[in-house]
T-cell receptor
Framework: DGGITQSPKYLFRKEGQNVTLSCEQN?????MYWYRQDPGQGLRLIYY???????QKGDIAEGYSVSREKKESFPLTVTSAQKNPTAFYLC??????????????FGPGTRLTVT | AQKVTQAQTEISVVEKEDVTLDCVYE???????LFWYKQPPSGELVFLIR??????QNEISGRYSWNFQKSTSSFNFTITASQVVDSAVYFC?????????FGTGTSLTVIP
């Protein structure tokens, strides 16, 4: 089955700790994305990557870091510098054609709670 | 600035009623894509449809239909004969190039 996996589904951390969220896709998509969703809100882009070893900041990158060492993997680290990290995190991937990206496919999400 | 507006925050309908979800976008680009996604209570976004800016034909898929009008910068989504399983948050999104812009979503509740 092709798709995107995110683990774990629920994650609890103490304030001041870094935490890494996993995202893996077997759709052979070039582009991958990380979004944050707060209750009652839309999706806000954290980082995106069009190719391996390259990524760009989105609208709310502060306090987050990513890596893209393999095409199928795009882990997100929530650092202690992120002031309000408790949120629902969604990973997505899409095919690309030249300058454009096609529809995104999303993983099931990770709900992070920091206390 | 690129923007997607979903003015309806919450909608409730009784089962079997038709319902239309509104989406208005702002752009100066001539080439772009529009999308609708469904987010059920489980949280995972499900892709429903993609439309490119050069294709204004309406689309119908079962009980779902989409109306794209460039003249009013709108891409509305209609569910005919709604069912309880349609209860979800629906997002409209816009894309050109590498970034996607999402509306804030419309929460639809279908009452049995």
């Amino acid at each position: 089955d092709g798709g995107i996996t995110q683990s774990p589904k629920y994650l609890f951390r103490k304030e001041g700790q870094n935490v890494t969220l996993s995202c893996e896709q077997n759709l052979n998509h070039d582009a991958m994305y990380w979004y944050r969703q707060d209750p009652g809100q839309g999706l806000r882009l954290i980082y995106y990557s069009q190719i391996v070893n390259d990524f760009q900041k989105g609208d709310i990158a502060e306090g987050y870091s990513v890596s893209r060492e393999k095409k199928e993997s795009f882990p997100l680290t929530v650092t202690s510098a992120q002031k309000n990290p408790t949120a629902f995190y969604l990973c997505a991937s899409s095919m690309t054609s030249g300058h454009y990206s096609y529809e995104q496919y999303f993983g099931p999400g990770t709900r992070l709670t920091v206390t | 600035a690129q923007k997607v507006t979903q003015a309806q925050t919450e909608i409730s309908v009784v089962e079997k009623e038709d319902v239309t979800l509104d989406c208005v976008y702002e752009t100066r680009d001539t080439t772009y894509y529009l999308f609708w996604y469904k987010q059920p209570p489980s949280g995972e976004l499900v892709f429903l449809i993609r439309r490119n800016s050069f294709d204004e034909q309406n689309e119908i898929s079962g009980r779902y239909s989409w109306n794209f009008q460039k003249s009013t910068s709108s891409f509305n989504f209609t569910i005919t004969a709604s069912q309880v399983v349609d209860s979800a948050v629906y997002f409209c999104a816009w894309n050109t190039g590498n970034q996607f812009y999402f509306g804030t979503g419309t929460s639809l509740t279908v009452i049995p």
